[in-house]
């Protein structure tokens, strides 16, 4: 599957929910996130996010995220309609170092 990484943290674009074929994105606290169980592989997501934090979990870099996203997205809502990203979402979506951020 395809998980949601770090600079997604406070960030939430939203750009990515809209494009699944599935529906298997939900929103977390202060992220979004996918399930795991429900991505279907089809990839068409990951270059819709402008900060690139789409990640196939075959990856690195995906690491603790492919379970964080599975114990999010069992604990939050399905997410279907595009709201609001912060006002200043282009700022937080260059910060680095966001993990402290993360709330479950
Ligand atoms: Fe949805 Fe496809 Fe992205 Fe998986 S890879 S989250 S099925 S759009």
Known sequence: SYV???ACIDCKYEN????CPVDCFYEAANMIVINTEECIDCGVCEPECPVDV???DMIDVAGMWIALNQ?????????CQKGDPPADVDELGQKTD???LLAE
């Open 4 to 6: 949601v990484t770090t």
């Open 16 to 19: 990515c929910f809209e494009v």
């Open 54 to 56: 789409i990640k196939p």
């Open 71 to 79: 114990k999010f997205a069992e604990q939050w809502l399905d997410i």
């Open 98 to 100: 966001k993990l402290a």
